[in-house]
Each structure stands twice: as C-alpha cells, then as structure tokens.
C-alpha cells in the first residue's frame, strides 16, 4: 500500500521537519497514487505546493482491537504525554457501520490522527463521517485534524469550542514540549462543526450512536457515545480506570454524572484511560469510591478548619495503592475539592 506525504518543516528551521500525510490517497500502487495526486493535487494553502507531496509506502497504524462486531478500541499508556509515548495516552476508539465511520477521540498529536486514518484504511474503505471528541483535553483532541481534511464532521459538546479557545496555546506549548516539537508539527485545534446541547444521535447505516452532553462533571464539555447494537458506551474521561481521575470541573456534578451513568443500559465501556473495555456498572466502581473519599476527606477538612495547603497533604491518600500516577493527579484534585467544598 501507497499513500501520500508532504514534508513539513517548523518555521525557520530545515532541521525540526516530519512527513505528513495527505488523507485520500491511498492505492495499493505507487503508480496509482502518484496518478491520483495528478488528477487532483492537494489543496495547496493546507499541503504547500501541490508538487511537494510524493508517494511513499503507508507509514505505521496505530494498534486497535475489535471489542465488539464493528467496534474497536485502543489502548493509551498509563502515562502522561512524553518523549517515549509520543503523546499515546488516551483511549480511542472507532465504530463501523453500514454505510461510514465514527472515530471516538483523536489523541495528542496530528501523527496520532494519521495512524488512525492508516488503522481503519486496514478495516474498511468507507467513509469516515465523524470524529467525535469527549472533551477539551488535549490528548483526546489534538490529532483531529487529519481526520476533518478527508472530510470528517468535527463533533462535540456545545462548550467545547470556547474551551479549546481559550487553551489552546497552552496546549500546542506543552505538548510539543513534553513529546518533542518534530512529533508535534503540523497539530493544530480544529474547528467543532456539529454540537451537542443535550441529546443527539449519528446514523452510519443501520447503526445509531447516542451522543449525549453532561453538565460540568469531569470538564465543561463531556460527552459521551453509546452504541445501542453492541452495548458499548465510550465515556471519555467521565470513567477512569487505573490512571487516577483529574478534576478539571466541580466535583459533586462528576459524582452526579456518574451515578447517572451507571444507570445506564450498556453491557460494556471503552474508558478515558485504562481498561480499554470494561464490564458495565462494575468498571465504574473504582472512580465512584475514589470520588467519594475525595469528598469525604475535603469536607471533614473544611469542617476542621484545616488550611488548603495542609489539607491536600492527606486528603483521599488512602486511595494511592489503588492508581497510577497518584502523586501527579491527587494533589490537584484535593485542591479542587477542598476549593468548591469551602465555598458550597
């Protein structure tokens, strides 16, 4: 197989460079691919020149397992974005239907995006219809962008946008410190197309995914994604399993969420991180105890009257054999317990 690549450079400099992916154009020739570029070149203020992309052999996929008849999943490392991971820290996962595609997430980087357009190019040729993002953090988001130039509906939550806004150049600095500015070019924040207030459903042919928005639980802007035919439901970060929870939103609005998703009818979830599928209620359980003592253990300090600073020292440390990276998350999330809890 054959795709096509443009070569990408950070601006003055000839030494930090990658090649990108041009979407669309794969052939299991080189001959036909370099045909195609001839019949229609790239769009020229996306890709340079239209005589800059070549044909090479297809780059490297990223890895997915089918979880269920037409439902794939891939599993993040239990790390935060680096040098070794590349920014893979995140679930992600797409649907097949009869007709196209939804991919669930899009990781920390274009090159993620590339490597899921290559994984479902080894599955199907269908279209892929939408990507549909679960929330504002950046390693769920950032790879987006390849999968909306071939043609993907960017989907997510009605908050998203404002969010993504007001973060991002927070987010292109960090990431392309933490992963390495040449595994990072060419990422940028997309454009959402299609928002969720509430409810909405996205047909792919004779499978019906239910979009659903939350009130501010783990973020602003959770969404999540049910599909009725397999009974798998993608949560996004709404669920944590082995990676500890990060509270980025109110705390008693996630316990809420939760409780109300554990109501649902699904047979199996794709978390945020962990997993990647687990049994439903029960994968649920882990986050729900671990809220609570986040809960429990702010209030008993605002009840004593403990300062903020002494206070996250001990606060829900009782759950630190039970997660990963619990010095780098549980910090943050007793500040922002303890904050909401002194001013409820």
């Known amino acids: ?10 601006a003055l400099s000839g030494e930090i ?4 992916l041009i979407p669309g154009y794969g052939t299991q020739t080189r001959a036909a691919c370099e045909a195609l570029l001839a019949e229609r070149p ?6 340079g020149h239209a005589g800059d992309a070549v044909c ?69 040729d269908k279209v892929v219809s939408h990507v549909i993002l679960t929330h504002m953090h950046p390693d769920h988001v950032l790879g987006a962008s390849v999968l909306a130039e071939a043609g ?26 933490l992963i390495g500015p040449s595994q990072f070019l060419g990422t940028d924040v997309v454009a959402i197309s299609r928002t969720v207030a509430d409810r909405t459903n996205i047909d792919l ?12 639980a783990h973020t602003g802007s959770d969404v999540t994604v049910l599909d009725r035919q397999s009974g798998t439901l993608f949560t996004g970060d709404l669920v944590f399993h082995q990676y500890t929870p990060a509270l980025d939103g109110h705390l008693l609005g996630w316990r809420a969420v939760l409780e109300e998703l554990m109501a649902i009818d699904a047979s199996q979830i794709v978390p945020g991180h962990g997993g990647p599928v687990l049994p439903w209620p029960q994968g649920g359980e882990d986050l729900q105890r671990y809220l609570a003592i986040l809960e429990n253990d702010a209030r008993a300090a605002v009840v004593a009257g403990e300062r903020l600073g002494d206070a996250i020292t001990h606060i829900a440390n009782s ?26």
């Open 1 to 10: 197989m054959f795709e096509a690549i443009v070569l990408v450079c950070l």
């Open 56 to 124: 090479q052999a297809t780059g490297a996929a990223l890895a997915f397992d089918e979880v269920a008849p037409g439902v794939f999943a891939h599993f993040g490392a239990i790390e935060e974005p680096n040098s070794s991971n590349l920014g893979d820290a995140a679930n992600i996962g797409f649907i097949i239907g009869a007709n196209t595609v939804a991919v669930i997430d899009s990781g920390s980087a274009r090159w993620m995006g590339e490597a899921i357009w290559r994984a479902i190019r080894t599955r199907t």
């Open 319 to 344: 759950e630190a054999p039970h997660w990963d990276l619990f010095d780098a998350y549980n910090p943050r999330n007793a500040t922002v317990a303890f904050t909401e809890l002194e001013w409820e």
């Open 152 to 177: 993907a509906e960017v989907v997510g939550h009605i908050r998203l946008e404002r969010a993504l806004a007001d973060r991002q150049e927070n987010y292109r600095e960090s990431l392309s410190r």
């Open 42 to 47: 790239p769009v020229a203020m996306r890709y």
């Open 205 to 216: 042919g004779g499978r019906v995914l239910e979009l659903r928005a939350w009130p501010t």
């Open 17 to 20: 460079c990658r090649d990108q």
